[in-house]
C-alpha cells in the first residue's frame, strides 16, 4: 500500500461524518442502534467489522438519510451514496451509459453529464465502455460500475456494504484497490465506509472499528482490529 500523505490541516477541516449517541427501534421493537457515537475525520478507506444482527445495514440507512435517527445527532455534510453487496440489485438498464445517466446531476446539460460518465468511469478502471451491455460484464466489473454510479451522482461519502461478499478472489482484491485509490488520489479524494468480513481487507483501512450491539467500538488500525479478530475467526473454522 502506497503511504498517505500527511494533511497539516486536517485538524482544521470539518469531519467527513460524525454521529452523537444516535438510536434507532426498528417497529417490531428491535433496537438496532443504541447510543452509538463515532466520527469519521478526513477522507479515507475506514472499515466496519461485525456479525450480522450488528446494525451496520441500519446504520448505512441511518447516515444516507433513508430512514431517521429517534434520538441523537448525524452530521454529514457530504453527499452519500450506497454500494449494495449485490450489484444487480442497483444497476436497472441496460448498458453503462443508459445506467449511469441516472446518477448523473440533472441540472447539466447533456454534454457535461457525457463527459461526467466517461470520467467516472475512467476513474474506476472501465474508460472506453460506456456502450457495453451490462448483461456481459463480469461480477467486479459490474461492481465497479455500481461505483462509477456512485461517482456520476457527485456523491463524496460511499457507502459499501460488503462489496466483494459476492466476487472472485481476483475480483475482490481489484474493487478493494479501486476504492482505494479514490480515497487516496490528490485531488478530491473520497471517503468511504466498508462494511467487511473479509479480515485480509483490513490490511488497506485507514481505520477500522468493530461494531457490535448498534454501537461502533474505537476506531483503530485495520491491523489491529485484524489481529484482534484473527483468533476469533480461527475457532468458527
Known sequence: MIPTKTNETSKLQTPCLRLEE?????????????QCSFTIPKAGLWMLVGKNGSGKSTLFRIISRLIKEETGQVDCPLKTALVF?????QLLLPTCVSDLMLSVPKNLNKKAQIDLIKESLAQVGMAE????PIHTLSGGQKQKLAIAGALASQA???????????L???SQTNVLETVWRLCHRS???ITALWVTHRLSELDLADGAATMQKGKV??????????RALQPLAARRV
Not at 85 to 89: E, R
Open 22 to 34: 444516535v438510536t434507532y427501534t426498528w417497529p417490531c421493537g428491535t433496537k438496532a442502534i443504541d
Open 168 to 170: 472472485d478472489p481476483t
Open 156 to 166: 463524496k461519502l460511499l457507502l459499501l456494504d460488503e462489496p466483494t461478499a459476492l
Open 85 to 89: 453487496q449485490n450489484p444487480d440489485h
Open 129 to 132: 465502455m460506456e456502450s457495453r
Open 187 to 189: 485531488h478530491s479524494p
Open 217 to 226: 467500538g474505537a476506531w483503530k488500525s485495520g491491523i489491529q482490529i485484524k
